[in-house]
């Protein structure tokens, strides 16, 4: 028999209803806003702290930026991954802001608290307009020099944006970037057979990580994981990778760092395929690690941090 699912799913809709629109926040935060930022354990109001909603093609998405006290050494910004959020960072935020970078990140269309079908949409390059409507909100408070951070979608969707001529960050670090997921071939014909008949996908939960108390959050206690996938998720991943691999990719400074125990993305053709296509890629293996690295038990995430803090601190200190 299934475990019960605890989720309170309408929690934070209220946030999502009244969309207020991207502001500075004074103390003390709305309740509803306070109440998030610590189920999700996001220490953002700590310096200063702008939270709303911006308007994203027919999408209203909710930004975060948050500016640590003191010293700053840029901006970088986060972009999660498929049936993700921003409190996915939650654990690298802390890392970011105590090195004295600013944060920055968003809920993706039909992600977290943002508006849309739950994991519809019509294109991956509408990923890309949400990443410069918040490059394009937050450009002028945040700290220059911007990077930028993407877990596996997100990676798609900071390709799409640089695609489309986005240029604000030039220092990019992916991690366990999404070109292919595993059993592409297979995964194309099964979809093609079923797509005329179902009008939802049952969401199947992996072993994404080896922290076993984050995977039972997400599935039975987290408010804004969805259980279904639309199938318009995956006709436009479909087309994205037809699309993707006939395109002459952009200059970039790419750092990508992956598990070898990732079962969700093709991370042996990936990798073959960010390297080949966009020039002096560097590319770090963590052996052990699963898909989910910002969420990996200790022994990984910190390998994760430690690379992701030593290439920000390394690229900035050449001035890139």
Not at 100 to 129: K, N, Q, R
Not at 226 to 247: C, G, H, K, M, Q
Request: overall charge negative; some cysteine; glycine content about 8%.
């Amino acid at each position: 028999m299934a475990a019960q699912k605890k989720r309170d799913d309408v929690r934070f809709e209220i946030l999502r209803g009244n969309r207020p629109p991207f502001t500075l926040q004074e103390q003390p935060l709305p309740p509803r806003l306070q109440e998030y930022l610590d189920y999700y354990e996001l220490p953002l109001a700590s310096g200063l702290y702008w939270f709303g909603f911006i308007e994203c093609k027919e999408y209203f998405c909710a930004a975060h930026l948050a500016i640590p006290e003191g010293e700053v050494k840029g901006t970088v910004l986060l972009i999660h991954g498929f049936l993700s959020h921003f409190g996915f960072y939650q654990d690298m935020i802390p890392r970011l802001l105590d090195d004295g970078w600013a944060v920055a990140g968003i809920d993706l269309p039909g992600h977290g608290l943002s508006t849309g079908t739950p994991t519809g949409i019509e294109d991956f390059s509408v990923y890309g307009t949400a990443v410069q409507a918040l490059v394009d909100t937050v450009s002028h408070v945040a700290p220059k020099p911007f990077a930028a951070i993407g877990h596996s979608m997100g990676c798609a969707s900071l390709l799409e944006y640089r695609l489309n001529g986005g240029n604000q960050p030039q220092r990019y670090l992916f991690i366990a970037p999404l070109v292919r997921s595993t059993m592409f071939g297979l995964s194309q014909f099964g979809f093609s057979l079923m797509q005329p008949f179902v009008d939802n996908l049952p969401r199947v939960y992996q072993k994404t990580t080896g922290d076993s108390d984050y995977l039972d959050f997400k599935e039975f206690h987290d408010p804004l994981q969805s259980d279904r996938v639309d199938p318009s998720w995956v006709r436009a991943l479909f087309n994205w990778n037809s699309r993707i691999e006939e395109t002459a990719m952009p200059s970039m400074e790419l750092v990508i760092i992956q598990g070898d125990q990732d079962r969700v993305v093709d991370f042996t053709y990936n990798l073959d395929f960010l390297s080949s296509s966009i020039l002096n890629t560097r590319v770090y293996i963590i052996a052990g690690a699963r898909h989910e690295l910002p969420k990996e038990i200790p022994l990984y995430r910190d390998d994760l941090f430690r690379l992701v803090l030593e290439t920000l601190n390394r690229e900035s200190t050449d001035g890139n």
